[in-house]
């Protein structure tokens, strides 16, 4: 047996025992330390055969496979579910990038050749097994036909017996009862339980067989020739678009400065025009300004890529513009989003719109020190890398707690506290919500304290698979307070009244 057949029939073996792995992790949810040992392992199991059979990889791809357990302990790390759906985003931009590190070096990828790495992933995982060939899997040695003549016979041999077994122990069972509860209790088995089992322990070692084979170097990716030819527009068709862009940007800039830039009394004397609505929407529809506004520059980079100098050199001084009015814009974004958090408090949109728009900020900064300066090439790794670290940065800050202590605090200040709003964050609020409820106001205190001996109370039985920090922290938390919160709990309305009877009648 060669080298090859020899990995690939590890990847085969270690593929189905992954797969076993996933069906015992992975059907017990929510997705909290399952998911980051599963993906770990994954990824582990990757490394030791790629160093067993000496596989090379680039050094960026050693980078890659070591920030994949990082994203992945986050689902055991933060119960909050935004939290969650940003680190599997992160995940799958890193299985790209490892998918395009079989073809490539990092520095040299672009905005395409992600995708490219994703639907190269993607495809592998579905093909599974079924792109190997008689060549990839070659025996040392053909079983003998005296071999396959004796397993033959064996098997004929258990298709005969089965029948004879099965009457015979019919009528045993029905003569003794010890021995029938004996079988009975042997061979119960639940076959729509185990064919379950058996379907996403397959499902599971198919995809990951195919996700190894590709990142192994055994199966070629789907896209390796895909070649997009670019347009070889001139400076004129590029440059129409853009001055137009210019032109708009700067209008609105200069007509509208009074207002981007205003202070809360100078929004509330304007005619038609709430606080709630100039920083609420004002916002939103800037960040989509800023989002759609990098994309088309870089079409048009990609667009002039064989044009000469002087087409260059107007395109940069047209985008560079077009940068510093998105820059003012976005200043504008971020400073309604402040009035707007100062005067209704903190919530998780408004935390997660803060987060992009500082990563776009430095994505257009990014632009300006790769694209205009003629290296295309560096801007989406940049661009990648600055996503991963914003997401890093949101797991360490831990949003919903930041949420609910910047809110807390605005209680305590004297602002209004949003106890169904706090109510609907996840458990990682929970230690930051119940030290201070004794600072809120009545309704508010026991609202909050009854939701979370409802929601967070530990469990009588816990799924080790399922743990999480977070959670774990919430359940510490209300069961160490059980007493205090118990206290706090909003009395029921009849016995509201009991009280107020007696207190009536004496």
């Given at each position: 047996?060669?080298?090859?057949?020899?990995?690939?029939?590890?990847?085969?073996?270690?593929?189905?025992?992954?797969?076993?792995?996933?069906?015992?992790?992975?059907?017990?949810?929510?997705?909290?330390?399952?998911?980051?040992?599963?993906?770990?392992?994954?990824?582990?199991?990757?490394?030791?055969?790629?160093?067993?059979?000496?596989?090379?990889?680039?050094?960026?791809?050693?980078?890659?496979?070591?920030?994949?357990?990082?994203?992945?302990?986050?689902?055991?790390?933060?119960?909050?579910?935004?939290?969650?759906?940003?680190?599997?985003?992160?995940?799958?931009?890193?299985?790209?990038?490892?998918?395009?590190?079989?073809?490539?070096?990092?520095?040299?990828?672009?905005?395409?050749?992600?995708?490219?790495?994703?639907?190269?992933?993607?495809?592998?995982?579905?093909?599974?097994?079924?792109?190997?060939?008689?060549?990839?899997?070659?025996?040392?040695?053909?079983?003998?036909?005296?071999?396959?003549?004796?397993?033959?016979?064996?098997?004929?041999?258990?298709?005969?017996?089965?029948?004879?077994?099965?009457?015979?122990?019919?009528?045993?069972?029905?003569?003794?009862?010890?021995?029938?509860?004996?079988?009975?209790?042997?061979?119960?088995?639940?076959?729509?339980?185990?064919?379950?089992?058996?379907?996403?322990?397959?499902?599971?070692?198919?995809?990951?067989?195919?996700?190894?084979?590709?990142?192994?170097?055994?199966?070629?990716?789907?896209?390796?020739?895909?070649?997009?030819?670019?347009?070889?527009?001139?400076?004129?068709?590029?440059?129409?678009?853009?001055?137009?862009?210019?032109?708009?940007?700067?209008?609105?800039?200069?007509?509208?400065?009074?207002?981007?830039?205003?202070?809360?009394?100078?929004?509330?004397?304007?005619?038609?025009?709430?606080?709630?609505?100039?920083?609420?929407?004002?916002?939103?529809?800037?960040?989509?300004?800023?989002?759609?506004?990098?994309?088309?520059?870089?079409?048009?980079?990609?667009?002039?890529?064989?044009?000469?100098?002087?087409?260059?050199?107007?395109?940069?001084?047209?985008?560079?513009?077009?940068?510093?009015?998105?820059?003012?814009?976005?200043?504008?974004?971020?400073?309604?989003?402040?009035?707007?958090?100062?005067?209704?408090?903190?919530?998780?949109?408004r935390l997660y719109a803060t987060f992009f728009m500082g990563w776009l900020g430095v994505v257009l900064l990014w632009f300006a020190a790769?694209?205009?300066?003629?290296?295309?090439?560096?801007?989406?790794?940049?661009?990648?890398?600055?996503?991963?670290?914003?997401?890093?940065?949101?797991?360490?800050?831990?949003?919903?707690?930041?949420?609910?202590?910047?809110?807390?605090?605005?209680?305590?200040?004297?602002?209004?506290?949003?106890?169904?709003?706090?109510?609907?964050?996840?458990?990682d609020a929970v230690p930051v919500l119940v030290p201070a409820l004794s600072d809120l106001g009545p309704e508010d205190r026991c609202r909050?304290?009854?939701?979370?001996?409802?929601?967070?109370?530990?469990?009588?039985?816990?799924?080790?698979?399922?743990?999480?920090?977070?959670?774990?922290?919430?359940?510490?938390?209300?069961?160490?307070?059980?007493?205090?919160?118990?206290?706090?709990?909003?009395?029921?309305?009849?016995?509201?009244?009991?009280?107020?009877?007696?207190?009536?009648?004496?």
């Amino acid at each position: 047996m060669n080298g090859k057949s020899k990995l690939v029939l590890e990847v085969l073996l270690v593929g189905i025992l992954l797969g076993i792995l996933g069906d015992s992790l992975m059907r017990a949810g929510p997705w909290g330390l399952n998911f980051t040992l599963w993906t770990a392992a994954i990824a582990g199991v990757a490394v030791a055969l790629a160093a067993r059979h000496g596989v090379e990889w680039s050094r960026s791809t050693t980078w890659i496979i070591a920030l994949i357990p990082v994203f992945a302990a986050g689902f055991a790390w933060r119960a909050t579910p935004v939290l969650k759906l940003l680190d599997l985003l992160a995940l799958v931009v890193l299985t790209s990038g490892w998918s395009l590190s079989v073809t490539g070096a990092l520095r040299s990828w672009g905005g395409l050749d992600y995708v490219v790495g994703l639907a190269n992933s993607g495809a592998a995982a579905a093909a599974g097994a079924a792109v190997l060939s008689k060549k990839d899997v070659k025996l040392a040695k053909a079983p003998s036909p005296v071999a396959v003549k004796r397993a033959r016979a064996v098997a004929l041999g258990l298709i005969m017996a089965f029948p004879i077994v099965f009457v015979f122990g019919g009528l045993l069972m029905g003569a003794d009862a010890v021995f029938d509860r004996l079988v009975t209790t042997t061979f119960d088995i639940d076959f729509a339980k185990s064919f379950g089992h058996a379907a996403l322990a397959a499902f599971f070692a198919w995809i990951v067989i195919g996700f190894l084979l590709l990142v192994l170097k055994i199966n070629r990716p789907l896209l390796s020739e895909l070649k997009i030819e670019q347009p070889g527009l001139g400076i004129l068709e590029v440059a129409v678009p853009l001055v137009l862009l210019d032109l708009l940007f700067l209008v609105f800039v200069v007509v509208q400065v009074r207002y981007l830039f205003g202070d809360a009394s100078l929004v509330q004397d304007t005619v038609g025009l709430t606080y709630s609505e100039y920083a609420r929407q004002g916002f939103f529809e800037l960040v989509a300004v800023a989002a759609l506004a990098l994309p088309l520059l870089l079409i048009a980079d990609w667009a002039l890529a064989d044009a000469d100098g002087r087409s260059v050199a107007a395109y940069r001084i047209l985008a560079s513009a077009l940068l510093v009015l998105l820059l003012v814009i976005m200043a504008s974004a971020v400073k309604r989003m402040v009035l707007y958090q100062n005067a209704y408090g903190l919530t998780d949109d408004r935390l997660y719109a803060t987060f992009f728009m500082g990563w776009l900020g430095v994505v257009l900064l990014w632009f300006a020190a790769t694209v205009l300066r003629g290296r295309r090439q560096v801007f989406a790794t940049g661009a990648a890398a600055a996503g991963l670290l914003a997401i890093l940065s949101l797991n360490v800050v831990n949003p919903d707690a930041l949420i609910a202590r910047v809110n807390v605090e605005r209680a305590l200040s004297g602002e209004d506290f949003d106890a169904d709003y706090a109510m609907s964050l996840s458990a990682d609020a929970v230690p930051v919500l119940v030290p201070a409820l004794s600072d809120l106001g009545p309704e508010d205190r026991c609202r909050t304290a009854e939701w979370i001996l409802d929601r967070w109370s530990p469990p009588t039985e816990k799924d080790w698979r399922t743990w999480n920090l977070g959670t774990s922290s919430a359940w510490r938390v209300a069961r160490q307070e059980f007493d205090r919160l118990e206290d706090m709990r909003c009395e029921p309305p009849g016995q509201a009244d009991g009280n107020e009877a007696g207190s009536a009648v004496r």
